[in-house]
């Protein structure tokens, strides 16, 4: 596995109009949605993992079996967003993923999700263990030390809002 591989990927998105309220927010639904597919292209274009090609010939996938997400500013509607996503922890079978949507700037965090998947044999319907090759990429891109370890969501929350807040109060 090579040594240049992001731990901390990141993508721009763009808020979609068909994905916000009536008053030009992102409907709290959406978020997971953006999270989700932002992760998928992640492991895509950083790592060439394609997870819908690894379903069809390994029969196996990966579902969500948690996710948590804290809403701490408003992404509005045509807004350019950064979504970036780590892999916190792994085991034989399930990834901690967080990931955190940021203004264009990079300066003020708009949510945080954590986000459990579970590795599911499809022909079986029950967990199973990530073969070798995937438990290689897994120790190549995890974030050894990362801020979640340790911290409960809600502390993490209150940390990366008081970060959010710094950046933007010394920005003006």
């Known amino acids: 596995m090579s040594a ?3 731990p901390r990927p990141q993508s721009t998105h763009r808020i979609r109009f068909d994905d916000c309220d009536p008053f030009g927010h992102l409907n709290n639904i959406s978020y997971q949605r953006y999270f989700l597919r932002a992760r998928e292209d ?3 274009d950083f790592y060439a993992f394609d ?8 029969k196996t996938g990966w579902v969500v079996s948690s996710f948590q997400i804290r809403y701490l500013a408003p992404a509005l ?3 350019l967003v950064v979504i970036e996503s780590a892999l916190v922890q792994y085991d034989a079978s399930s990834l901690w993923v967080e990931a955190i949507m940021y203004d264009q700037k990079q300066e003020r965090i708009k949510a945080l999700a954590w986000m ?5 044999d499809a022909q079986t319907g029950r967990r199973t263990e990530h073969d ?3 438990t290689a990429l897994m120790a190549a891109v995890r974030v050894p030390g990362h801020p979640a370890l340790g911290a409960s ?3 993490r929350g209150d940390t990366l809002k ?5 950046r933007t109060s010394g920005a003006g």
């Open 4 to 6: 240049a591989l992001n």
């Open 153 to 155: 969501f809600e502390q």
């Open 51 to 58: 997870l819908f090609r690894h379903m069809a010939i390994q």
């Open 42 to 44: 992640h492991v895509l």
């Open 132 to 134: 070798e090759a995937f």
């Open 162 to 166: 008081a970060e959010s807040r710094q």
């Open 77 to 79: 509607m045509n807004e």
């Open 116 to 120: 459990q998947f579970a590795y599911i």
